[in-house]
């Protein structure tokens, strides 16, 4: 088995300059290099080649302080064009750095390199980061955990050990071909072959017994899981085998402590968790069990990822307890665990300047050739407010910043072109969307509010929205068909989440809220990969502030070109 008994094992080496300037005293600069590159890994009995940062799967992990200014050096010297992003990283006046391709840059072309540079402000917890562009995320991923400055302290007794547990998943092919493959058949990509715990696929999955993940503990100790969810395709449930868990954090911000035997953690987010070693001395499975919403499911693969948790002094090497999953449909325990989050020291705006409701979801478009042809001539399409995105062929925020006109256009719909019953029966003639690469302004500091609607239409589940650029207060959620003139009475303006990604309850609605102070160009979509490459995306563009402080700097002058 394979090892992890504390954060040195996923870490790699940093180096760090400290700033002298007295007001930034405990931040410093980090510096890294990442190497983009192709190697041959073995699970499920198989080898294949993927794409990987510095040889390793998942990639490293990034260890900083708040304040620090990081700075990463990529070397594409593989065979795809890549970016990376930097999943929930403010980007305060570093949209340059944000890192979605043909958004805010264009990609790195092999043989080529570019540097991220950012600066991490006002965030504490775990984040991740991730290739932005097509299915390379499955492989090019990695943790990035943001530690309190020096002389700070954690909201909560200090663990004994922290470990990073990375969720994702696993095809036996190659991954730009899985999605070339789906877009060029007019259908959705094949299902992963497993999921997987730190790339490994536990116990449960064939040829992977040998390398399943390890955590040692000692009695009465306490100890952080720092969890992302890397996967592209579902939620998921989390169990440990008899051990309960205290969420402390998600989305890298402080929420008031709550205690649970499990949690639902979607594509996307990621989660702080105590735990503590308060069992008899043996070893137990933890691991997860997808969560699918779909009322009517359709076939997919529903076997559980698992690592183990042990006590260094167990003496017993039987076959680790298993934890008792949540059935894959249980949307109730779903419900309750995210209606069960409370944040802390929330500064919730109570106006709003700018209303939206985005109904999300979907669709269907006619295929202009016969690459439909099995699948009835049409393909699936994502959208928000009907239009599905069109990535253009040079970056948004380059021909934003430059004045390049015939890129995109800002009149994107504040509101659905038109009403219906977003969570019945639609008629036909409104399952097919507009192809459009339209952005929606946003006034410089103006607080906006989207209620982003579920439909239903041809499928029924919840979507992971994850919006760049920003935290948003997560003020209320429901199900059915969002009421303007009643549902708001029922919001949370007191002490609700602050997240970067909200999954849009199956068959209902999520509100949020966030302040637009930060210029530049945003995007927000479906962190579904699969979705996200059917146009499930949608751009926010926000205006320079009055002041010199308030403009978006020039970009790098590294910047890859299209």
Known sequence: MKALSSMAKLTFSLVCFILVAPWMASAAIVNHNFTIGTQNVTRLCNTQTIVTVNGQFPGPTIEVQEGDNLVVEVTNSGPYNVTIHWHGVKQLKSCWADGPSYITQCP???????????????QEG????????????????????????????YPFPKPAAEFPIILGEWWNANVEDVIADALARGTVPNDSDAYT????????FPCSTNDTIRLLVETGKSYLLRIVNAGMVRGSFFKIAQHNMTVVAM??????????????????????????ADQQSNRYYFGTRVYFSQPLASAFLNTSATAILEYKDNTNKSTPLLPNFPDFNDTSTAVNFTTSLRGLNSSVPQTVDEEMLITEGLGLVTCTDNSCADNNGVRPVGSFNNISFVYPDIAILQAYYNNISGVFTRDFPSNPPQAFNYTGNVPLGLWSPELGTKVKVLKFNSTVQIVLQNTQIVSFISHPIHLHGHDFYLVGQGFGNYNSQTDPANFNLVNPQMLNTVAVPTGGWAAIRFVANNPGVWLAHCHFESHSSLGFDMVFLTENGPGSSDILPPPPSDLPTC
């Open 126 to 153: 775990t984040l991740w980061w991730h290739a932005h562009i097509t299915y390379l995320r499955a492989t090019v991923h990695g943790a990035l955990v943001i530690k309190p400055r020096t002389g700070n302290d």
């Open 108 to 122: 790195i072309t092999p043989g080529n390199k570019f540097t991220y540079n950012f600066t991490i402000t006002g």
């Open 251 to 276: 989305d890298a911000v402080y929420i008031k402590p709550y205690t649970t035997d499990v949690l639902l953690i979607n594509p996307g987010n990621t989660m702080d968790v105590l735990i503590t």
């Open 197 to 204: 715990i730190n790339s490994q696929p536990g116990d449960f």
